[in-house]
């Protein structure tokens, strides 16, 4: 079965970095396009960040452009998300989101930018 296992959240200063990391099994990983996604409570999930099978097409949220890179490793079914120069308004659980048969998304990591 599908299964996508986030890691590398956590509180973090305004102006600081965390590197999200999620592991993928249960589907051929090098064949589909990948994507992180965030939510705050009452809100709905935002796509922050998208990227193709083969890692050649990227895609941002304009209020992520610039700071934050999406990357893949398709010898490890791995996606990363480096998250620079971090702000409050960063602060959701941020989601590995992957679109097979139908949508899979993992357990979610929780971000945290605060002073």
């Known amino acids: 079965q599908v299964q996508l296992v986030e890691s590398g959240g956590g509180l973090v200063q305004p102006g600081g970095s965390l590197r999200l990391s999620c592991a993928a099994s249960?589907?051929?990983?090098?064949?589909?396009?990948m994507r992180w996604y965030r939510q705050v409570p009452g809100k709905e999930r935002e796509l922050v960040a998208g990227?193709?099978?083969?890692?050649?097409?990227?895609n941002y949220a304009d209020s992520v452009k610039g700071r934050f890179t999406i990357s893949r490793d398709n010898a490890k079914n791995m996606v990363s998300l480096q998250m620079n120069s971090l702000r409050p308004e960063d602060t959701a659980v941020y989601y590995c989101?992957?679109?097979?048969?139908?949508?899979?998304w993992g357990q979610g990591t929780q971000v945290t930018v605060s002073s």
């Open positions: 989101n992957v679109r097979a048969d139908r949508g899979y």
């Open positions: 249960g589907f051929t990983f090098s064949l589909y396009a």
């Open positions: 990227i193709s099978s083969s890692g050649g097409s990227i």
